[in-house]
């Protein structure tokens, strides 16, 4: 599962058994709230979740910003509530790979998606 945090809407996407095909799932408002990570929490069980990357938003330069640094306390509160392993990921260019094919209602949980794809490509390029 991938998680691309915003403190208002968090997009989610789920891939295939396999690992291979990202899907968007949706949006969690207010994911950072106790409501917010139940139903994550949820979405975890209901989808079989083995791992949970959460988007690390990274300036152009590599550098971390606000919005990183609060993606890294969510992915925080998010280890401390989930029963599966929680990794950032850089997601630079999701958001906007995601507004070329996306609505702006489906937006957050299509970054999830590009996310997903981008972290599943890299782990099955890395060596084992």
């Known amino acids: 599962m991938a998680l ?51 988007g690390l938003p990274l300036t152009l330069r590599g550098e971390r910003g606000e919005q990183a640094r609060a993606s890294e306390e969510f992915a925080k509160r998010l280890r401390k509530t989930l029963s599966v392993p929680v990794v950032l990921f850089d997601e630079r260019f999701t958001t906007d790979l995601a507004q070329q094919t996306a609505s702006d209602t489906e937006l957050d949980a299509r970054a999830a998606a590009h996310l997903l794809s981008s972290f599943l490509a890299w782990s099955s390029a890395a060596p084992a």
């Open 4 to 54: 691309d945090y915003g403190s208002t809407r968090t997009g989610v996407a789920v891939s295939d058994p396999t690992g291979t095909i990202a899907r968007p799932l949706g949006v969690v408002e207010r994911a950072h709230t106790e409501t917010g990570l139940a139903e994550l929490q949820g979405l975890v069980a209901s989808e079989d979740v083995e791992k949970v990357v959460v």
